[in-house]
T-cell receptor
Framework: KAGVTQTPRYLIKTRGQQVTLSCSPI?????VSWYQQTPGQGLQFLFE???????NKGNFPGRFSGRQFSNSRSEMNVSTLELGDSALYLC??????????????FGPGTRLTVT | GQNIDQPTEMTATEGAIVQINCTYQ??????LFWYQQHAGEAPTFLSY????GLEEKGRFSSFLSRSKGYSYLLLKELQMKDSASYLC??????????FGTGTRLLVSP
């Protein structure tokens, strides 16, 4: 079974631009979560989608948004990029929603650099 | 608020045993996870605890005490490839994982 895939793997943008990152979950997985990882803050939860609905959101500004399609693929968008948005963006999928024992499988991440 | 504490760095010798502690204070608890992350790679799942007690999985074991807000990951028979960061994470509901900043483990020969 193929793992979680994320595209692109690396991205360089300038301040003020916007960016869209894509995530394809493991086949059959319907829940997709997004995380931002930086050296100072570690892994921080952005949002989670299930059946095209955002069910949970972390403490990030409205510049960060996402969506999920009917095939469970997900995208996240960051508008008006700031230098502080430079980070590794990780997507994780899991098969069932809301159940505590449901480990999340992470993709390789998209490394975003904002200059 | 959400608070998860782990030691920043630990060192150990090949073949030894190491225990990585994690304390947490979160609004909501739906299980605690341990992940391993090698430099430049994605986190990979190691263990999950939702009830008090010890879960054993080969060389790795994880313990949870919900009343104390405490967990540990025990690694036995350390190997060089175990050098990595170990992340403690609490599921606070609806797949929202709150992570600690991770413990970087260095295994030396």
């Amino acid at each position: 079974k193929a793992g979680v895939t994320q595209t692109p793997r690396y991205l360089i943008k300038t301040r003020g631009q916007q960016v869209t990152l894509s995530c394809s979950p493991i086949s059959g997985h319907r829940s997709v979560s997004w995380y931002q990882q930086t050296p100072g803050q570690g892994l921080q939860f952005l949002f989670e989608y299930f059946s095209e609905t955002q069910r949970n959101k972390g403490n990030f500004p409205g510049r960060f948004s996402g969506r999920q399609f009917s095939n469970s693929r997900s995208e996240m968008n960051v508008s008006t990029l700031e230098l502080g948005d430079s980070a590794l963006y990780l997507c994780a999928s899991s098969p069932r929603p809301g159940t505590g024992g449901n480990e999340q499988y992470f993709g390789p991440g998209t490394r975003l650099t904002v200059t | 608020g959400q608070n998860i504490d782990q030691p920043t760095e630990m060192t150990a010798t090949e073949g030894a045993i190491v225990q990585i502690n994690c304390t947490y204070q979160t609004s909501g608890f739906n299980g605690l996870f341990w992940y391993q992350q090698h430099a430049g790679e994605a986190p990979t799942f190691l263990s999950y605890n939702v009830l008090d007690g010890l879960e054993e999985k080969g060389r790795f074991s994880s313990f949870l005490s919900r009343s104390k807000g405490y967990s540990y990951l025990l690694l036995k028979e350390l190997q060089m490839k175990d050098s990595a960061s170990y992340l403690c994470a609490v599921n606070t509901g609806f797949q929202k994982l709150v992570f600690g900043t991770g413990t970087r483990l260095l295994v030396s020969p």
